[in-house]
């Protein structure tokens, strides 16, 4: 039996470095979805200073904002606080543009690597423009096949709020598994609102919950 060696936290998180401080462009997985020819561009440092991608972005999240599990007032400035502070900055966080023919359609990425396990979560997946039926699902497969070859990965997970039929139905399709779920309460925070982890013994009624599914690859 070949033993498989945990993959290198400094390495990967190196790695993960030098490629968003990348130019942008410069770092593309390039894809195929039936006979339609598309890449997954890296998002990088100097996006920030980009005004119509981070307004894209922020309109993204704007048109989708009630599965997020936060909800506040989308600006152009906390869209570009958030890139910076949330993405750049966050050491194991990886942020694709699903580009096709030079239009952006959505984002998908990589986030909180394990890396005794080898695993990490799928996250941020944003379809922008309702366009080329089935290359959400085509695109999740396309970089999950690059972190295996790439950066060692061997398994999958991924969070998503349970009444998110659409994207759970993909997720199925992709082979991920309800392994549990958390209650959520909604609370009011400074700017906006958020779900969070309802406190244990919580006994009113709950509307949502947070479902963890893990990768079955068969």
């Not at 922020?58 to 989708?64: A, F, S």
């Not at 979560?121 to 695109?139: C, H, L, S, T, W």
Request: include cysteine; proline fraction near 3%.
């Amino acid at each position: 039996m070949i033993e498989i060696k945990n993959i290198s936290k400094s390495t990967t998180i190196t790695k993960i470095y030098e490629l968003k401080h990348q130019p942008f462009c410069d770092f593309k997985i390039e894809c195929k979805f039936n006979n339609l020819q598309y890449s997954l561009i890296l998002l990088t440092s100097d996006c920030a200073k980009n005004k119509n991608l981070m307004e894209i972005i922020g309109g993204w999240r704007k048109e989708n904002e009630m599965w997020f599990y936060s909800q506040f007032v989308v600006t152009l400035e906390r869209t570009t606080k958030w890139f910076k502070e949330r993405v750049i900055n966050a050491p194991d966080r990886l942020l694709f543009l699903i580009d096709v023919d030079n239009e952006y359609i959505g984002h998908v990425g990589l986030f909180r690597f394990d890396f005794e396990n080898n695993t990490c979560e799928i996250d941020n997946i944003v379809r922008g423009e309702p366009k080329f039926p089935g290359i959400m699902e085509n695109a999740i497969k396309e970089m999950m096949n690059w972190g295996k070859e790439s950066l060692g990965l061997r398994n999958y997970s991924l969070q998503v709020i349970s009444d998110n039929d659409k994207a759970i139905k993909l997720y199925q399709k992709l082979s991920f598994i309800e392994t549990s779920r958390v209650p959520l309460i909604q609370v009011n925070g400074n700017d906006g609102t958020e779900w969070t982890e309802a406190p244990k013994g919580y006994d009113q009624n709950v509307e949502r919950y947070n479902l963890i599914m893990k990768w079955d690859e068969k």
